[in-house]
C-alpha cells in the first residue's frame, strides 16, 4: 500500500504559464526517516525567511540545488504533471486537470491514497470531488483516498515541494535542480483547457 504525498508550485502567464502537481512516493517502511531527513535538510540550510517548514521559494538557488540533491537520493519516485497553458484566474481549473491525470498515473504504480498540502477548506473540497472524478477513470473503480494535511505537520510534503519548486525552475530556464531528480522522476505534460477569460 503506497501513499504519494503532493504539492505544487505555478506560474500564471497569457501564453507561457503552467501548472506543477509533484507527488512524491517513498516505501511505506522509510517515512519516518524521510520526516528526519527533511527536518535535518531544514536545520542545515536556513532559508533566508524563517517558517515552520522547508520550502523551495525561500531558498537560494545553491540551496535548492543542495535540497534536490537530498531528496534524490533518498529511495522513491517521484511523478509530476505539468499542465498548460494557466492564463490569469485559470490556476484551479489547471489544477483540477493535473490532478484528475495525476491520480490515473499513481494507481498506475500501485498508489492508493495521495496526501496533499491543505488550503482553505473550500479548495480541499474542490480537491476531493476532483479525485472523485478521477475514480471514474480507474480500472474496476478501485478505492484511492485523498486526504490534505497543513505542510507544517508533515515534513514528506516537503519533499514534493522540492520536486515541484526544481521543475518550475527547469519550465524557467535553470535545469540544475530538475536534472538532480531526473533518475527518480516522472514527468507528464498535459493540456488544461484553460484559455484566456
Known amino acids: 500500500m503506497l501513499t504519494a504525498f503532493a504539492d505544487e508550485s505555478f506560474q500564471e502567464d497569457p501564453v507561457h504559464g503552467f501548472y506543477v502537481l509533484a507527488a512524491a512516493v517513498f516505501p511505506p517502511a522509510i517515512h519516518d526517516q524521510v520526516r528526519e531527513t ?60 493535473c490532478l484528475t491525470r495525476l491520480v490515473l498515473e499513481l494507481h498506475s504504480l500501485g498508489v492508493t491514497e495521495l496526501v496533499m498540502e491543505a488550503r482553505e477548506a473550500e479548495l480541499n473540497r474542490r ?10 477513470g480507474l480500472v474496476g473503480r ?41 533518475d527518480c522522476l516522472y514527468e507528464i505534460t498535459i493540456d488544461t483547457g484553460c484559455r484566456h477569460a
Do not use: C
Request: aromatic residues 6%.
Open 142 to 182: 478501485p478505492e484511492f483516498r485523498v486526504s490534505h494535511r497543513f505542510g507544517s505537520l508533515d515534513p514528506l510534503l516537503w519533499a514534493a515541494d522540492m520536486v515541484a519548486g526544481a521543475v518550475r525552475a527547469h519550465r524557467l530556464g535553470r535545469p540544475a535542480p530538475r536534472d538532480l531528480l531526473d
Open 38 to 97: 527533511m527536518l535535518d535538510l531544514r536545520s542545515r540550510l536556513r532559508s533566508r525567511r524563517t517558517t515552520d517548514k522547508l520550502h523551495w521559494n525561500h531558498l537560494d538557488p545553491y540551496q535548492q540545488e543542495a535540497a534536490a540533491k537530498q531528496v534524490a537520493e533518498i529511495e522513491g519516485f517521484h511523478v509530476v504533471t505539468v499542465g498548460t497553458p494557466v492564463p490569469q484566474r485559470r490556476q484551479e481549473r489547471a489544477r483540477a486537470a
Open 127 to 136: 480537491d476531493v470531488q476532483t479525485v472523485i472524478g478521477a475514480r471514474y
